[in-house]
């Protein structure tokens, strides 16, 4: 039995994180009702959302928003800040119509020396503005993507979210699929560090399903290679293609 | 002060968003009031009453719905530092409400 004090402990002595490192978009709120306001503040980084640790997240190649099936940059519009102790970004957006509106980042290819691979995460989220819940289940066209077969907001913990991994398009069979919470208390303790981050496979069509047990914001990173090596010193390195989405889950209501 | 607001106009209308309910959004473009109605499944009310209420509950005037989704009138004179609740009733207990905050109304007076 171990504990996450030890885990944090041996962490400290640089033993390297348990879990894994994931693309965050992680909003403000993602049911913005017209009493909450009128725009949703975006934090966007490159952590380990379990652990609560910041990685470096350069700027981003693309930062958009998708509404009613109208995708608009919004790279200009981020400011640096930090997030988890390390560089992210992050932006206040005006939601101006009612509906579902899907943000989607697409980072620079990190270069993770560890596990010899570039690592690019295609990641996501998506909000819900003014009661209106059209468009929940868009598909942007990522390289590789989670496409929502549950909504991905409007979830009780204890709900399934289900999706559909895709890259190039075309589903995914037996995909593997990471999921992470994101301890923004930090407070979850874990019985192993088998349990920070849990995997669990798609079905010959894709389609995965998982249960989430405790409220707040969980992580689906979706990991395929690229077909197609990237260059490092001249030598061919894998190139890791996340499709990562963030999904909340709501604590029942009494 | 936006939020105080809100909630105080809130409170004077109940409007639970149940299935099949209409949702109503409002904005205001060139001193014209902008009130979109539509079920959750995405049709239209055909028939209904918008009402405009003043920040103390008091109403303004009425208009009727117009089918096509979108019903616009002139913003009320006097009521831009204060905001106004549009109030929308399509019968057959299907109601909402959009909050026009001071706000919201400065962003569309006299606007593009």
């Known amino acids: ?254 | 002060m936006m939020r105080a607001a809100i909630a105080i106009l809130a409170v004077l209308i109940a409007a639970p968003a149940t299935a099949h309910d209409l949702r109503v959004f409002a904005f205001v473009e060139d001193d014209m009031v902008n009130v979109e109605a539509a079920f959750s499944s995405g049709r239209l009310p055909q028939t209904g009453e918008i009402r405009v209420v003043d920040d103390q509950g008091a109403e303004i005037e009425r208009h009727a719905i117009d089918p096509e989704g979108v019903t616009r009138f002139a913003l009320p004179e006097g009521h831009a530092a204060r905001g106004v609740v549009i109030e929308v009733d399509a019968g057959n207990g299907h109601s909402d409400y959009w909050v026009l905050t001071p706000e919201d109304i400065a962003r569309g007076e006299g606007g593009s």
Do not use: C
């Open chain 1, 1 to 254: 039995m171990k504990h996450l004090p030890l885990a944090a402990a041996l962490l400290a002595l640089g033993a390297g994180g348990a879990g894994a490192h994931y693309g965050m978009i992680v909003p403000s709120d993602n049911m913005v009702s017209q009493e909450d306001g009128r725009s949703v503040a975006l934090a966007l980084s490159f952590s380990h959302p379990f652990e609560g640790r910041g990685m470096v997240l350069d700027r981003p190649e693309a930062f958009t928003v998708t509404h009613e099936g109208e995708t608009v940059s919004l790279l200009e519009q981020l400011s640096q800040t930090t997030i988890m102790g390390a560089p992210g970004y992050e932006m206040s957006y005006p939601l101006d119509r009612p509906g579902t509106h899907v943000f989607a980042m697409t980072p620079a290819p990190y270069w993770e020396p560890e596990e010899d691979v570039f690592i690019t995460h295609y990641t996501k989220t998506y909000v819900a503005a003014y009661g209106d819940d059209a468009g929940w289940d868009a598909e942007l066209g990522l390289r590789t993507e989670i496409v929502p077969l549950s909504k991905p907001f409007a979830l009780w913990a204890g709900n399934v979210f289900q999706g559909v991994v895709k890259l190039d398009g075309e589903p995914v069979p037996h995909a593997e699929v990471e999921v992470e919470y994101y301890d923004q208390q930090g407070d979850a303790q874990v019985p192993s560090d088998l349990m920070i981050t849990q995997t669990i496979k798609a079905d010959a069509n894709g389609v995965f399903t998982y249960a989430a047990p405790r409220q707040g914001w969980w992580g689906f990173a979706a990991l395929s290679t690229a077909p197609e090596p990237m260059q490092r010193e001249g030598v061919d390195k894998d190139h890791e293609l996340g499709a990562v989405i963030w999904v909340r889950f709501e604590a029942w209501g009494r």
